[in-house]
Every structure is written in C-alpha cells, then in structure tokens.
C-alpha cells in the first residue's frame, strides 16, 4: 500500500486507475472502517482510504486535540484490508490557506439531531468531503450507517451537485455486547464501558415495541430518555426518524424508519441508531 501525503501525488496515482473505491476516515481505525474497506473491494478492485482529522468538523469544546491519532497502526490495518492507497494529509496540504469556502447542507437537515448539540459539525464535513472528493476522485465512496445523519447529509450533497460517484452505506459493527464501535469509545472508562451497551438495548426495546404496534413515538422517546437518566447518563436525544430525511416520524406514515440517540456517559458522547 501506498502511503500519500501531497495532493499532486495523490492525483497522479489515480490517473493511472480505471475505478477506485474510497473511504475517507480520521484514522484510530476499529473493525468498522476495515469492513467498509473490505466492502469497498466489491465495488472496485483499487480501494483507497484517506486519514485526516479533520478540524472544521470540531466544536470549540470538542475534541479535536485529543482525538487518537495513530497512522502506522491505522496503515498495517489497511495494508491488510487490501487498501493499496492512503491519502494522509497533513492541516497545512488539506487547508494551506485558511478555508473561507464552505458547503453549507440544507437548513432541515442539519438543524436536527446531531445539528442541535453540534453547531456547524455538518457544514465542517460536507467541506471536507467535498474536498476529499475532489482531490480522490472515487467512482465509490463509502461511508457508515452508525453516523446515519452524516451519511443522509452526504448522499444529498453527491445528489446535488451532481457529483460522478456512487455513495454505499456500511452497517454498523458492533462490539459482542452490541455496543456500536467508535472511535471514542477508547475514552470510556472501565465501568462507563460495562454500562455503554444500554444505549443499544435502548434503541432496541423502541424498535421492538414499534413493531409491535406502539404509536405514541414522543411516549417512547421520553420513557427512553428517563430510562438513560435513571441508569446515569445525560441523553441529549432519542428519536424515531423517517429514514429518508431524519424528520419526525408519524406512526401512520409507512415510510421506513429509523431511531438515533446521542448521550453522554461520564465525558464520553456516544451515537447510536437503529433501522426499525
Ligand atoms: O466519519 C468520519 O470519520 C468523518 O466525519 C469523515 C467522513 C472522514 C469526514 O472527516
């Protein structure tokens, strides 16, 4: 596998491939990013990922600086996927002057969910993307159902702009005791990891109970919510979405659906979601 760290070279690699099959990353990979990069594979027989940790994508409390960054375990992982090519930037190749040109997702979309606790998170990784994109050229791009708002805002933005590459969702990989893998479960300590796996079982019991016929979605979403509270989380929230666009869902529209959570446990902010 090649490792790249300048645009130019980058280019000049994939001038020479028919096809490439790309998924971008901010590196600290998990068994989450290599089965997108395995998945890849089927779409291409040249998969590139890229590693940035990407700064405009991060709140002022974030966190970015402690973010994990770990490249030359994150490339034996990817060597051993089948990647051939690694685009690692550094800030001052991605962004050699400060970036004053933003892609700017759709007020409905990103106003929502995640958009509500992370103020301009979506417009920081539409721009990378875009970037990204721009610099790979991929005819597959493919990203994580377990950032399920990230992979709707993006699919919007291919659509758009009407840009010459399919997107492909990965399913989310789960620990054995169904915790969704994040990169930032790494932060959790010991007993916050023992007790992590409810924001799953949460969603579940909501899935279980839709398909059983419960309608009263805000009912659900609040025992949800009270039921974190109680076990010592701060939920930020539960809701049960349309897929298509991640607006409330109503119990009489058959449109498919989905519930996605945020909350935190002790300083770790954990995501998750479930198609229903
Ligand atoms: O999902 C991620 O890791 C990031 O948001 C992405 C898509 C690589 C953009 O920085």
Redesign the pocket.
Known sequence: MRIIHSVAEFRAARAELPSLAFV???GNLHSGHIALATQAALHSPHVAA?I?V?RL?FGPHEDFDRYPRTLAEDAAKLEEAGASLLFAPDEAEMYPQRQTYHVEPAAEHVSILEGEFRDGHFRG?AT??MKLLNIIQPTHAL??KK?YQ?LMVLRNMVREFAMPLEVVAGETVRAEDGLALSSRNGYLTESERAEAPRLYATLQQIRDAVRSGATNFPQLESGAVEGLKASGWAPEYIRICRRSDLQPAHPDDPAPRVVLAAARLGATRLIDNLEI
């Open positions: 971008p990353t901010m890229s940035f990407n994508q990784v990378v993307v990203f994580g950032d990230q």
